[in-house]
Nanobody, 120 residues
Framework: QLQLVESGGGLVQAGGSLRLSCAASGSIFSINAMGWYRQAPGKQRELVATITSGGSTNYADSVKGRFTISRDNAKNTVYLQISSLKPEDTAVYYC??????????????WGQGTLVTVSS
């Protein structure tokens, strides 16, 4: 069974940093793009950052220069280093991955989410 398990969320003061991790497990042939999304209370889920299997990255304008996405392909893990946190970064952060389970069979998988709370 494919799953993504996030960790690293918590309560942090404004200006602080956190590192989120997301590990994929199950019957995995390879993983294409991986990414992080977030959903703040009362708002829609939004893209934070994505990274391809080759390491190309894309960021939401609101996090550029403060967040860094990276991945370890050998560990099927994606990371999100978040710094200079602001109260408006408070949200549940979700991991997402396009997992190749076999030739011509890709599945989009979501993690359960990890809560990041930034106090002012």
């Amino acid at each position: 069974q494919l799953q993504l398990v996030e960790s690293g969320g918590g309560l942090v003061q404004a200006g602080g940093s956190l590192r989120l991790s997301c590990a994929a497990s199950g019957s995995i042939f390879s993983i294409n793009a991986m990414g992080w999304y977030r959903q703040a209370p009362g708002k829609q889920r939004e893209l934070v950052a994505t990274i391809t299997s080759g390491g190309s990255t894309n960021y939401a304008d609101s996090v550029k220069g403060r967040f860094t996405i990276s991945r370890d392909n050998a560990k099927n893990t994606v990371y999100l280093q978040i710094s200079s946190l602001k109260p408006e970064d408070t949200a549940v952060y979700y991991c997402n991955a396009e997992i190749v389970v076999r030739l011509n069979r890709n599945l989009e998988v979501w993690g359960q989410g990890t809560l990041v709370t930034v106090s002012s």
